[in-house]
């Protein structure tokens, strides 16, 4: 069968321009005649054949999964009158969970049960039940070999099995293998929608994280060339001094001390200058390695590559360099409670470039959205503040959580703004003025999630505080 598959996908290669080349008609035809001796040997009864044709029907009229799974157990159910359940590889854990019976319908997926039944390539029997594999197409299998791990994607039980004769049997085999092949077509169509969409996703991270801040190099380079234009002008005063100019040597020294002034104070501009563009430049350089990895757009979602991680150090301190001065021109005072917290007590094992724009995201919305509040003196307000609180056991014993906070003063969100602030594209009212695409709190929670981790914003009196717990090493 192997060989068959092979050649059939060789023949498949050769279809151009709307038609199929002879061999390929040829070996279509001798397929056609194979499944016709076939189905005059399955000598399957009339009621079994219109179990197959609505299995079809409805398997292509209902595009869903979920619905899939339901048209599974039910078809057995009204044409044999048998009832079964369905066991499915889920794709991400790779755990064979119980997603539909016929008599429960549906499982919702926080409530799915692992399943303890043996997998085999071959049906077998237990005490109660028939099991049958359901198996891929392994076609699909080799041209798509990230979508299962497994060329069995699930199990099918029938039971009790004392319910069904031996012709029964030998249609519920066939019949979970064409689960198997039309599971397999639905999964690989969902799979390539969730690829499309992270990479539109990844599309609008790259936009939000690199290309936008990039504009800070054009006004780095801006300020140098005025630094250049600085240094020509006092080479041609130099120059002056000293080949055209005649006077005392009172007034020649006199003349050189203020040049030598003027010097210091503009390569002090550009040494500082330069060390923010050199900083810049390390911090776009890891948002871009983190971003365009080829592993990402190959999974189809963000693949970590975790690390120990000194957030203080590594991400925190240098990302208040970066906007001390962003926050000082909006008049926001800072409270950094991070500062002086000893970091022995957190390893994290993280993904540092992710994580660096996570804490980027929150920083550049500090800056976009803290506003000026009155508080219960009557003084006038506008706070940025963060802080850093370990959560024992938080997500299970002996696993600790460290949870990040940050408060901006402004407009406290009501209820259904807090809960939407994470979605892509939403922007409150009162925000709407800034500059931005609604994305970076998007950005910070898919991030937050597949480290394992949680997030919130809390509205509080005199703003709002956003949070994020991760879990400790």
Known sequence: MPGNIDMMTNQQETFRGGSFSESSQLYIQQRVREKKKSYENYNFKRHQEEALSTFFDLAQEFTSIDHFYQICVLVPQEFLNIESRLYVFEQ?????????????GLIPENRRRDCELEVRETPYETRESLIYPIPGNEALTRSVPFLTRSSILGLFEVCPKDRTQPNDRFFLEKFSNRIGFQLHQKLLIRQNINHLKFINQLLSDIEHNVINPNMHYKLFLLRFRKGMQAHRALEEELEEILFKEKGSVHSFESRLRELKSRMTRINANMEKEWNAFSRHYEHTSLFLETLLRKDHFEKGTYVLRRQTCNFLKEIVEPLFDRYFHMFRKRNIAVDNLLEGVPDDQVTLYVDKGLISQVFDNIFSNAIKYTQEVEDQLGNKIK??????????????????????????????????????IFEGGYRTLSNIHEKGTGHGLNFVKNVVEVHGGILGCEPQKYGNLIYFVLPLK
């Open 383 to 420: 706070i940025f503040s963060c802080n850093r609180k370990i959560l024992k056991d938080f997500f299970k014993e002996g696993t600790n959580g460290v949870r990040f906070s940050f408060f901006t003063t402004g407009r406290p969100l009501n209820e259904e703004e807090a809960q939407k």
């Open 92 to 104: 991400k854990s790779s755990r064979l969970v119980q997603v539909c019976t016929s008599l429960e």
